[in-house]
């Protein structure tokens, strides 16, 4: 698959499954010209013997905690968003068929 | 409006006319996306904390802010119909500190904008220029805040989202040390760049409110057990010995004198008062490469972040044959084209054959930046520079071309304090034109004190303090 082609961009799309419009897809060759020169910009950066930065801050603020229950929901309020709920619930087509 | 003029008036008067106010001024700002009644809040007060600095305070909160029972969209289409089963812990705090919220606020969808162009209810004006943007993505609270509806509202930045709106409605916008706000119930955008922030109309009000904000959360696990100081106890503008850095690769690229002489006058000032005033230079490579490295993790990041919006549990469902089709129609319809394409560059940083050489690549560079943003840091109390370049800009009207210094470092410097974490606000500088713009001061992490102080000395020398649009036009 060529790189940036109409299929490229509609493949990395549906990756994370959604679609583009045709037009989408042209936009975003045109924005992947600026793109990729700013991306180059990184590789003038010698980071050789450098770790990965995940977050701002590498000292612990994670633990543990205790293996009770806390912090219920009810069920009633589990479904309250969803779109579609029969028996408690959420209904979407046929999986298996 | 500041927190002083409400505690003049009656509590509800004052909400009721902070509620009329962002009524009326919806033609004006389309600020707005849900308006919430005040009448059960004001009763519930005698139960509140009568001696918190936002007891009685009408604020509005930003539309990704988790609100129990209210709408809370995101600005997005996909969760338009979205109500949450619980507050947000900043809800919870803003409530339990005897706030009154007057509504929720438009931001660009999911956060991932900074015009404030791409939300689902249309475009925010700014209240000086309804023509021009607001800045974004927390541009519908900055665009209430100037206006004078609110002395207070909630914001996020994970790129400067509090800060550039800020600098372009002409107020006080505050993005605190990362962990130091709660980010629990707040709908994400890049994890490892989110902050909560806030808007005020002057830095004694802003100094007060991060005491009510901040704080550990059990529930929000990259919260700070950092104490809390008494910032607005502490607010203390004598700059005197107080070191300045004065981020030059900024200023050089700031084309508009009346911005730069602004600046220099009040350097000049501060060094009279007797800070010690001293430029300082990062890499030019490295501050080129700040928005190109944003792009890579803030997108890469959010492609994760919202992978659970598919229409399945909650948000808007598109109709489909199949499981797959209705996650990929509920998603191509739920999110506007720009989020999509956003997606599309996660998607891309993502993909296993650019894993190494960008995505990786970003995150190293993240370090090799915020490394040398230390060493400067560490020689100084605070470093400063113009919040942005230029006054806010009209719809797609460009500041600078995609690979100049004016794009790239004036317009983007502000990504230091999400990359490093630290304290960083913004602040009126000048009016231009009639339109204002900001002055961008960051700390060392966890020095909000410094920053606040030094804040409040800008604030004297340029007398933009309470400063709002006011009328309902």
Known sequence: MEKFSKEYFRYLANQIMFDLSDQEIEELQEDFKTLTKQMELLDKIDTSNVDEMIYPFEEDTVYLREDVVNHEITQEEALQNAPLVKNKMIVVPKVVK | MNFNDVKNKDIKTACEESLSLAKASQAKLNAVVSFVEVEQQVKELSNKNANS?????????????????????????????YIPIYD????????????????????????MGGTNLNA?????????DVNRISGG??????????????????????????????????????????????????????SSLDHVGYFTTNVSDASSALEVLAGRDDLDMTSSNQEVQAYSKLLDSNVAGKKIAILVNVQEAIEDTTITNSFNHIMNTLKEKGAIVEEVRMNDDYMKALLPTYYVLSNAEATANHSNLDGVRFGVREEGADLVEIMINSRTKGFS?????????????????????????????????????KTIMNKYDVIVASSSGTIAPLPNQKCGEDLSVSHLVAENHMLLGNFSGFPSMSLPQVMVNK????????????????????????????????IVVGGDE
């Not at chain 2, 539309?63 to 338009?80: C, E, F, H, P, Q």
């Not at chain 2, 689902?120 to 000086?128: A, E, S």
Request: with cysteine; glycine share 10%; hydrophobic share 40%.
């Open chain 2, 435 to 466: 339109m204002p713009v900001g002055i961008s001061v960051m700390a060392k992490a966890f020095d909000e004190v410094n920053m606040f102080n030094i804040a409040k000395a800008i604030e004297e020398i340029t007398g933009l303090e309470n």
């Open chain 2, 53 to 81: 600095p936002l007891f009685g305070v009408p604020i509005v909160l930003k539309d990704n802010v988790s609100t129990k029972g209210i709408l809370t969209s995101a600005s997005s289409r996909i969760l338009s119909n």
């Open chain 2, 120 to 128: 689902y209810t249309g475009k925010v004006n700014n209240p000086y």
């Open chain 2, 88 to 111: 947000a812990t900043i809800t919870k705090k803003l409530k339990e500190a005897g706030a009154i919220v007057i509504a929720k606020s438009s931001m660009d969808e999911l956060g």
């Open chain 2, 337 to 373: 084209s720009d989020v999509r394409k956003r997606f599309v560059i996660g998607s891309y940083s993502l993909h296993v054959d650019n894993q190494e050489k960008l995505y990786k690549k970003a995150q190293k560079v993240r370090r090799v930046i915020v490394d040398e943003l």
């Open chain 2, 137 to 190: 993505s927390s541009g519908g609270s900055a665009a209430l805040v100037a206006q004078g509806v609110v002395p207070f509202a909630i914001g996020t930045d994970t790129g400067d989202s509090v800060r550039k709106p800020a600098s372009y409605c002409g107020i006080v916008g505050v993005k605190p040390t990362y962990g130091r706000i709660s980010r629990y119930g707040i709908i994400p955008y890049a």
